[in-house]
């Protein structure tokens, strides 16, 4: 069991901010041994906390296995199973096959934590292998005649992005089996203490002006989904350092924010929907106006 002071440390050396309850949450889950399932929009960090919780937990970098979903990925990346030798150039082996562990099995055998990244990006049939062990903590591999069972204090952390655009649905018997921690969006003031230590040189109206459109942005995602994202943390640094740099190289402090806020609006917009890329960049023109 991890005790107080172990949470503290792992609140304080994580350099996403604004996310404590969340994280609080994860550890406890993790305390009493569920795998748990990070999600929430792009950019808030969900993958850097998943790496700080293992490499915390794990007492360093090397103790857990780390892959990303793809839509091509299926159970053999996963579980594992026969792998052909017809490339060896060997014509004696080209008929043959070797079975080859997938990443869950090989950090079962190497005694590794696991992070699972996008876990959404791949279809859930993949995961199809997983349920008895996330159920029961057995895991069967057919082809090998044998059962592994997950080690004590094992650890399984995935990310997600519910609903994103080129993201697959779970079934809800494979997301039954997560416990779901909401790494959402960060209050304003974080955000502003946050640019406050990257950008201490930025005009603060120039400031007010890339949080005011963030969270119209996210407000409208939030809404309706009229873009597929709002302006992630990530975007607002992104922003605010550009218009830092634009400024000291001459640019006024409307024109750095628009040239800005009209690249970031190419980014979260659907670039299929013009409607989608007029709707954020009229958001930019009137919080540029407002500056």
Not at 24 to 52: Q, V
Not at 210 to 233: H, M, V, Y
Request: with cysteine; glycine share 8%.
């Amino acid at each position: 069991m991890l005790t107080t002071d172990d949470y503290l440390k792992i609140l304080e050396t994580c350099t996403i901010k604004g996310q404590d309850d969340a994280i609080i949450r994860a550890l406890r889950y993790i305390d009493l041994g569920y795998p748990i399932m990070l999600y929430g929009p792009s950019g808030n960090g969900k993958t850097t906390i998943a790496e700080h919780l293992l490499t915390y937990l794990g007492g360093g970098k090397d103790t857990f296995y780390e892959i990303e979903g793809t839509e091509g990925m299926n159970e053999y990346h996963i579980i594992g199973g026969f792998h052909p030798l017809s490339m060896s150039g060997n014509s004696a082996l080209a008929e043959q096959f070797v079975y080859k562990h997938g990443i869950v099995a090989r950090a079962i055998f190497d005694r590794k934590n696991l992070l699972i990244d996008e876990f959404t990006h791949a279809p859930s049939s993949a995961y199809s292998g997983l349920f008895m062990l996330l159920s029961l903590g057995k895991l069967p591999l057919e082809y090998k005649e044998t059962t592994l069972t997950k080690p004590d204090g094992w650890v399984l952390i995935a990310t997600a992005n519910f609903g994103d655009e080129g993201t697959y649905r779970l079934s809800n018997a494979l997301k039954r089996r997560f416990v779901p921690i909401d790494i959402d969006y960060p209050s304003s003031s974080t955000e502003r203490t946050l640019l406050a230590s990257i950008t201490p040189d930025l005009d603060e109206k120039v400031v007010e002006g890339i949080l005011t459109f963030a969270n119209e942005t996210r407000a409208i995602w939030k809404k309706d989904r009229g873009i597929p994202q709002g302006l992630s943390t990530d975007g607002i640094i992104r922003m605010a350092r550009y218009c830092e740099l634009s400024m000291k190289q001459g640019s006024d402090h409307v024109s750095a924010f628009m040239d800005a806020a009209f690249q970031q609006s190419t980014i979260i917009s659907d670039e299929t929907d013009p409607h989608s890329l007029h709707r954020v960049q009229e958001l930019a023109i009137s919080v540029g106006d407002a500056l």
